[in-house]
């Protein structure tokens, strides 16, 4: 039985021992640009960075950084079994 981890950043899953050397970098699926009036530098109660944008249209955005850590961003991955194709097994053996 392989060890199956997932990489809290990016969702990517790889083998524990492939973490190690994982280059966390998520895919870029999608540009956007937001004109905004005003930028802010805050810290949150955790001691997260957080950068703020208002946009143009008056919507306030909040982006904090997901610090790779890789004690942190690593947890155990267990792939959800299907059961439709389960039961299919289950009734076939049965007639
Ligand atoms: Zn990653």
Redesign the pocket.
Known sequence: MYNLVQ??????KMLDEEYSN?????KIKEWKTIKFTNQYFIENEKGEKITSFVSHDGINYDFSEII?NKEY?KVPYVPILDTNKMSHKLDSTIF
């Not at 990489?7 to 990517?12: A, D, E, G, I, L």
């Not at 994982?22 to 998520?26: L, Q, S």
């Open positions: 990489c809290t950043r990016c969702s990517k994982h280059h966390c970098m998520p790779e961003t």
